[in-house]
């Protein structure tokens, strides 16, 4: 009975303080080398390079310590769509291909390079939801923000309010667990009134129909949080991003130019492979 | 030297190009000297809230002077240091927290004024020493109770120094542990010299107050002593305000003690007070027992556990081994602390969580049947949750309340008739109400809109989640009103709580709840004795059975289960006549 834990099948976004090697790197080899494997995994060409990457990242999560069964958790919500992509790939021709047919029916066309393009999709994607699942283990909200602000710095330089935009992305991130469980009471609400949440019998039409009253009070609410929140930051001296200082001060040491180091090699071998 | 917040003729309305619509504040003239404690009372929408927004130049003056230690709020220039001199603390914790960790969040404010590293964390760490949260300084805000969070957002405030705070309605949403140290926290900082401001609709905190300013429609209504002002019942009446619990109880037993002084605000003063009466300790008064309420078992929780987001790294169990047993009919209290489960039991009183551990009946429902139809479980068992005004999703009253009915296959004259009905319990007007915007009622008015939505499934039991918190003391007695009156008519109620008065009042039987576990259920006039128990959980006493245990402490033999002032008065009367 788990209908209502709409934070059952986010791992996406979960910062989790197992305390890790990986956790004592300077937040910004964690997010930069979580960048660089990112950029690796998207433009990767080949399976090998992606099976490598997927490797990387499992072997990562162990050394983060994070349960592996919860990281594939996340891969339970969009698995539909990955394979569903898959198999159009699969099923119809792309074009320039001069692999012979196994099978043709109409416009249905298997080869082996329509399979092992849509094992690339299967592999890419996974690849990328558990690197993204990682980094957001591994990086704090907090540790996320600061380092985001020292990479950044330059570019306020040039005139872009980078320290607003950073503080713009606190909020969210803050914001959102509250976001879910909102919507999760919302649901609990409606569903006691009659409507049907969590009896199991819900079609698809039903449910986009359900959302709506689900939304408009989260909507309203979140502007009524908004506002309340708006206030809080004036009444403490909050004035834009001028003139702020940080009681953070982050050290680059030597184990994590090592790990930058690594990072950027596995990157590079990703998209060679 | 001149008075620390200066107000002169202040006067503010919302849409300043509307002629139609009233000031929010009109005319306001006030001086506030540096190291004050004043409490600010009023119904809804008297302009307190408004009127505290002035004193730290988040609204400005649309005519008048705001003056903040001589600084004028309208000059852009002072707005920095204005906001460095008057701290807030608001209602909702979880709204005023906005970085990760607590930590992060107290330096919130000393980053903004671009104080040095070294500084920030050493003010941080002072603040939430002061507070008492230093050792769960890393932890993220979600993860804090009520109360913990209200003290970050205090220490937020403490760590710019400022020389005067403004707490508005702090302590709406705390339970009893919480709301007694955010008050302890008020008074110590009035002790070192800061200037205490609270906004509040708790009248017993109003009367720790040195100064009491009640607002009326955007006026000063009244500015004077918490003794004066509690003094004069019917004024209060008039601006919608009642007298403080204790002031209430004396007043009851003047009726009966004339020789009582009037206007007792503290529960020590009434104690000695009484205890000044002519009395004999040697006997003790007659007890009239109280016959436990019969009827069929309606409600049997067995054993129950439950654990949220089980087998992720996230789990945390909310509820282990609860015991309940419901009567039909009659009104059955929950009383715990926050986070002591109480939530998560009502939502498994109308099936909204199936029991994962242990059983669940209620009625003919057993929910630990698969099959079990749980919508026929929701409509029999309606439950409003806390603060059931934010799920309103419809433009109109009308629809609102018709939503429930209509998905039950209800239309036309008989849904009409439905929604008459349910606004009629809650005492809303059909005709008045039902094309009213929802979101254009006041808060009292929404939560009956709220209520009357579950009220028009016509359940057998209504569950109650909170349903006072928040609400001006009028709004709050109004409610209970027809809450009572629902009972009459045979619904049974649950009603989860950490308001004593309002159980005291309703319930009949209570279960305490602490750490997910039922840990006391009985009759509410045993459970009330327990004293030391409930103490120890962070509980405390309604008044009459404070007042009951002082006397008791001094040798009066009454008898345990004191509960209702009918009950004091009389035993009171006989202790008395026989001396």
């Known amino acids: 009975m788990h209908d209502f834990e709409f934070q059952r099948y986010v791992t996406v976004g979960q910062y989790l303080a197992t305390d890790s090697p990986l956790h004592h790197l300077d937040p910004r080899a964690r997010l930069v080398s979580g960048a660089l494997l ?52 699969i099923l119809f021709a792309s074009p320039g291909n001069e692999f012979p047919a196994w099978f043709t029916l109409g416009p249905l066309h298997t080869s082996k390079m329509d399979l092992l393009i849509g094992s690339i999709i299967i592999v890419r994607f996974a690849a990328l939801i558990l690197l993204i699942s990682l980094t957001s283990a591994i990086i704090s909200t907090s540790e996320l923000v600061h380092s985001l602000q020292a990479l950044l710095r330059p570019l306020a330089t040039l005139g872009i309010p980078t320290q607003d935009l950073v503080l713009m992305a606190q909020v969210t991130l803050r914001f959102l667990p509250l976001l879910a469980l909102e919507a999760e009471r919302i649901a609990k609400a409606q569903a006691s009134r009659g409507a049907e949440w969590g009896t199991g019998k819900t079609g698809i039409l039903r449910r986009v129909r359900q959302a709506l009253p689900l939304l408009v009070p989260l909507f309203l609410n979140s502007l009524q949080r908004a506002e309340a929140l708006a206030l809080a930051m004036e009444a403490r001296g909050y004035h834009g991003g001028k003139g702020r200082t940080s009681m953070v001060e982050l050290h680059f040491r030597f184990t994590d130019a090592v790990a930058l180091v690594v990072s950027s090699a596995l990157s590079t071998l990703i998209m060679l492979l | ?218 006026r000063v209504a009244l500015d004077a002593p918490p003794a004066q002002v509690f003094a004069e019942d019917h004024a209060l009446q008039a601006l919608s305000l009642e007298l403080p619990p204790i002031a209430l109880l004396t007043q009851r037993l003047r009726q009966s003690f004339p020789e009582l002084p009037p206007n007792l605000l503290t529960a020590p003063a009434l104690t000695s007070a009484l205890d000044a009466l002519p009395h004999n300790t040697t006997a003790a008064p007659s007890v009239a027992s109280q016959a436990p309420p019969a009827g069929r078992t309606l409600i049997e929780v067995e054993k129950l556990g439950h654990v949220y987001l089980k087998a992720t790294p996230l789990e945390h169990r909310a509820l282990h081994n609860v015991n309940l047993v419901i009567p039909e009919g009659g009104s059955h209290g929950l009383l715990g602390a926050t986070g002591s489960g109480k939530s998560t039991l009502l939502q498994h009183l109308n099936g909204l969580l199936r029991p994962q551990e242990g059983k669940v009946r209620i009625g003919d429902f057993n929910l630990n049947d698969p099959r079990v139809d749980l919508r026929a479980v929701r409509r029999s068992a309606g439950l409003a949750f806390q603060m059931p ?108 709580s950490h308001r004593m008065e309002d159980l005291a009042r309703m319930a009949e039987t209570l279960t305490v709840m602490a750490g997910g576990s039922s840990i006391l259920s009985g009759a509410a006039s045993d459970v009330f004795a327990e004293e030391g128990q409930l103490r120890s959980l962070g509980l405390g006493l309604p008044v009459v059975a404070e007042i009951a245990s002082a006397l008791r402490a001094r040798g009066w033999p009454l008898s345990p289960n004191v509960l209702t002032a009918e009950v004091l008065v009389a035993q009171l009367m006989e202790i008395t006549s026989r001396a």
């Not at chain 2, 590293?117 to 890393?138: C, F, G, M, Q, S």
């Not at chain 2, 009220?455 to 918190?469: C, F, G, N, S």
Request: aromatic share 4%.
């Open chain 1, 38 to 89: 990112l950029i690796a995994i998207t433009a990767a060409p080949h399976l090998s390079g992606l099976g490598l990457a997927l490797v990387v990242v499992l072997l990562a999560l162990v050394a983060a310590r994070i349960p592996l069964s919860y990281a594939l958790r996340g891969l339970v919500a969009p698995l539909p769509f990955i394979l569903f992509l898959a198999l159009l790939q």
């Open chain 2, 1 to 218: 030297m001149a008075a620390l917040i200066e107000l002169e003729e202040l006067r503010f309305a919302y849409a300043a190009t509307d002629r139609a619509t009233q000031p929010a504040l009109s005319d306001v003239t006030l001086q506030i000297e540096t190291g004050e404690y004043v409490a600010i009372i009023g119904a809804n929408g008297s302009g307190k809230s408004t009127l505290a927004r002035h004193l730290n130049a988040l609204l400005l003056p649309t005519s008048g002077v705001v003056r903040i230690a001589g600084m004028d709020t309208r000059d852009q220039t002072h707005r920095r240091a204005i906001r460095q001199t008057v701290g807030m603390v608001f209602q909702r914790p979880d709204d005023q927290i906005i970085a990760a960790t607590i930590e992060e969040d107290v330096a919130f404010g000393p980053e903004n004024i671009g104080l040095p590293p070294d500084e920030i964390r050493a003010r941080v760490r002072k603040a939430l020493e002061t507070v008492n949260v230093w050792d769960v300084r890393l932890r993220p805000p979600h993860h804090l109770s009520a109360g913990q969070m209200q003290r970050v957002a205090l220490a937020g405030v403490l760590a710019m120094q400022p020389r005067c705070i403004v707490f508005d309605e702090a302590t709406a949403m705390l339970d009893p542990a919480g709301r007694r140290t955010v008050r302890l926290m008020m008074a110590q900082l009035h002790a070192e010299g800061i200037t205490v401001i609270t906004i509040t609709h708790f009248m017993d905190e109003a009367t720790e107050a040195k100064r009491v300013i009640v607002m009326d429609q955007g």
């Open chain 2, 389 to 496: 005004e934010l799920q309103i999703f419809e433009q109109y009253v009308g629809d609102e309340i018709a939503f429930g009915p209509r998905l039950q296959g209800l239309q036309g004259a008989t849904l009409r008739e439905r929604v008459r009905w349910a606004m009629g319990l809650v005492g809303l007007d059909f005709d008045t109400f039902k094309d009213r915007l929802t979101f254009a009622l006041s808060g009292g008015e929404r939560r009956k809109v709220a209520l009357a939505s579950v009220l028009a499934l016509q359940p057998a039991i209504l569950l109650l989640d909170e349903p006072t918190a928040g609400l001006d003391p009028i709004s709050r007695r109004e409610l209970l009103a027809h809450l009572q009156a629902l009972r009459n008519t045979g619904m049974t109620l649950v009603i989860s």
